[in-house]
T-cell receptor, first 109, second 116 residues
Framework: GQNIDQPTEMTATEGAIVQINCTYQ??????LFWYQQHAGEAPTFLSY????GLEEKGRFSSFLSRSKGYSYLLLKELQMKDSASYLC??????????FGTGTRLQVFP | DAGVIQSPRHEVTEMGQEVTLRCKPI?????LFWYRQTMMRGLELLIY????????DSGMPEDRFSAKMPNASFSTLKIQPSEPRDSAVYFC??????????????FGSGTRLTVV
């Protein structure tokens, strides 16, 4: 079966660093995506990893280990506007995107 | 580009009524996906199309749900009859072929469906 696990909720303080983990077991692997979703809005693309290692994009970085079925999203210099849900998604061997249930991050002043 | 356009944004209907959700994908995107999002189950893929042809409808919950894509610029998701447990946010998303997509999918703003 397809399974993507991530923590349900996390909290952090403005200016801090937070790491959101994602583990997956899917039918094949053709890339891993992270999306951000603010309450009442659509998911928007944050990052894409298909090879092992770290991808950095400004304050956000995403890491992938295919052998471990593991990824994380790292958010630095947290801002209040980063309060949102973060969705981990894996593209399987039929090229469908399978989503985790998301991690709701609350940033406090 | 206006992005993926969904209508209506909100729909409130009575149990037993027919509901039709609409989606216009981004021009040139060959793939169209319908997802349903709830707090308990997150984003679930219902069905997807490639070049207007349904490829995988294994996520459609039951026969009350149907989806069509009569042309490259329009798709509908229909629920008949609707039930309270169908209450959720329904997202449409589109994508170029996966080999050319490093951004995954582009999502529409969603339709929040409430069945009372």
């Amino acid at each position: 079966g397809q399974n993507i696990d991530q923590p349900t909720e996390m909290t952090a303080t403005e200016g801090a660093i937070v790491q959101i983990n994602c583990t997956y077991q899917t039918s094949g692997f053709n890339g891993l995506f992270w999306y951000q979703q603010h309450a009442g809005e659509a998911p928007t693309f944050l990052s894409y990893n298909v090879l092992d290692g770290l991808e950095e994009k400004g304050r956000f970085s995403s890491f992938l280990s295919r052998s471990k079925g593991y990824s994380y999203l790292l958010l630095k210099e947290l801002q209040m506007k980063d309060s949102a849900s973060y969705l981990c998604a894996v593209r399987d061997n039929t090229d469908k995107l399978i989503f985790g249930t998301g991690t709701r991050l609350q940033v406090f002043p | 580009d206006a992005g993926v356009i969904q209508s209506p944004r909100h729909e409130v209907t009575e149990m037993g009524q027919e509901v039709t959700l609409r989606c216009k994908p981004i021009s040139g995107h060959d793939y169209l996906f319908w997802y349903r999002q709830t707090m308990m189950r997150g984003l679930e893929l219902l069905i997807y199309f490639n070049n207007n042809v349904p490829i995988d409808d294994s996520g459609m919950p039951e026969d009350r749900f149907s989806a069509k894509m009569p042309n490259a610029s329009f798709s509908t998701l229909k629920i008949q009859p609707s039930e309270p447990r169908d209450s959720a946010v329904y997202f449409c998303a589109s994508s170029p072929p996966p080999g050319r997509s490093f951004y995954g999918y582009t999502f529409g703003s969603g339709t929040r469906l409430t069945v009372v």
